[in-house]
């Protein structure tokens, strides 16, 4: 076996350029699938990462009915959520910590001369501490803001960039739709959130004000969504369970009746957000082994070509009593080194890909050791399934024949 091993390097070893060549398919298809799985599983984690920094005892409550299964990213339509409803469960729900109601509108911000279109979200002082936002200059909201309906506001980064261009905004005045606030505090950047949109691009203002100034609905009281915090993550199902009983029991819905309310918290997003970046991971990487196909089917080629212009050794060698099996293995052999030496290569690259692009995209890519295995063994497979006809081809040739090839 060892003779038969040292032949096959040295046949690949004297067509140098073709070997390389025929390795090329293997390379790139190894390296891909591992590049591919671990960018996929990267952007998982930092996706979990950043849904988990905005708390995974964070419960979101939003009106209406969810229109499928899944964590509900948006609100309903149909029933409403008070603010009555927020307070009772604030002051009703032992498991609760703290809670933040919200009223979201958008508008155009206008300081001078400048403006810029905005979210302004309407809420109470618990939303900083439950979306773990921090003031950079100034104060945040307080419970007095909210009680006066305070015409006071704390701006996000990106509009302090955009419309003050280095002056100090506190205690400036901005209008929005043409009503004057008063700016307060400006917070700290943090960035797009894990579902897209920027969220230093805000203006919070006390949710009393947003319901008397800026909304125009017939509801008064009715707010967009709530943020809920248990005290713990082991009190998120017995918090959900408390404010669906006493939703339930405030909006007098019959036994049998569909809740006009839904809740979400922050791990169902995780689990539906990694079960997505998994089947993304599945694609890409069955994507990427099409290219190991078709090395593989490259391998087949050349090994076939091989066949083709070596057929008077392969006489030779069967004429002074080499057996069919030795020729057959040694053409797997070569097949089977061309994969693996191939696999490593690309192994190298793939890693060096993962490295250069978690840099790049500043998240992790974290490579497993199932995935270069996998990637080995299939690259191995490959040799042997693609090696193994130009293989039979050459053991089935008979000696006579053989030498008699021109």
Request: proline share 3%; hydrophobic share 45%.
């Amino acid at each position: 076996m060892f003779e038969l091993f040292r032949t096959a390097i040295s046949s690949l070893w004297a067509n140098k350029t073709r070997s390389i060549l025929t390795m090329l398919g293997i390379v790139i298809g190894v390296g891909a699938v591992i590049a591919m799985v671990a960018i996929g599983n990267g952007a998982g984690e930092e996706m979990a990462d950043v849904i988990s920094g905005m708390g995974v005892n964070m419960i979101m409550i939003f009106p209406g009915t969810p229109n499928s299964g899944g964590a509900r990213m948006s609100a309903g339509s149909g029933a409403r959520l008070t603010l009555s409803d927020i307070r009772a469960i604030e002051d009703e729900c032992w498991s609760i910590q703290a809670v933040a109601p919200q009223i979201t509108t958008g508008s155009q911000i206008i300081f001078e001369n400048r403006n810029w279109a905005s979210s302004v979200t309407g809420t109470t002082p618990g939303f900083f501490s439950i979306r773990e936002y921090q003031a950079e200059r100034g104060r945040l909201l307080d419970d007095e803001d909210e009680r006066n309906a305070a015409k006071v506001a704390v701006l996000g980064s990106t509009l302090v960039r955009e419309l003050f261009s280095g002056v100090d905004p506190i205690g400036k005045s901005i209008r929005i739709r043409n009503i004057p606030f008063e700016v307060v505090g400006t917070l700290a950047a943090k960035g797009q959130s894990a579902m897209g949109p920027d969220q230093d691009d805000t203006v919070v203002i006390p949710i009393t004000t947003a319901q008397r100034r800026l909304t125009r609905s017939s509801f008064a009281d009715s707010i967009n969504m709530a943020f809920v915090q248990a005290k713990d993550v082991s009190m998120l199902e017995s918090a959900m369970s408390e404010i669906t009983g006493l939703l339930r029991q405030r909006h007098r819905l019959a036994p049998d009746a569909e809740n006009d309310f839904s809740l979400g918290n922050m791990t169902d997003v995780i689990n539906s957000l990694s079960q997505s970046t998994r089947v993304m991971t599945l694609l890409l990487g069955s994507v990427a082994s099409i290219s190991l196909i078709v090395g593989g089917i490259g391998i087949m080629n050349i090994m076939l070509v091989s066949v083709t212009e070596r057929t008077r050794e392969i006489g030779i060698r069967m004429a002074i009593g080499a057996s069919a099996f030795d020729i057959r293995v040694q053409f797997l052999l070569e097949a089977m080194l061309l994969s693996l030496v191939g696999g490593i290569i690309g192994i190298l690259l793939g890693y060096g890909a993962s490295v250069v692009v978690a840099q790049l995209l500043e998240w992790p890519a974290p490579i497993s050791g199932g995935s270069i295995a996998l990637a080995a063994g299939f690259s191995c497979f490959i040799g042997v399934f693609f090696g193994f006809y130009p293989a039979w081809k050459a053991s089935s040739l008979r000696p006579i024949d053989a030498l008699r090839f021109e």
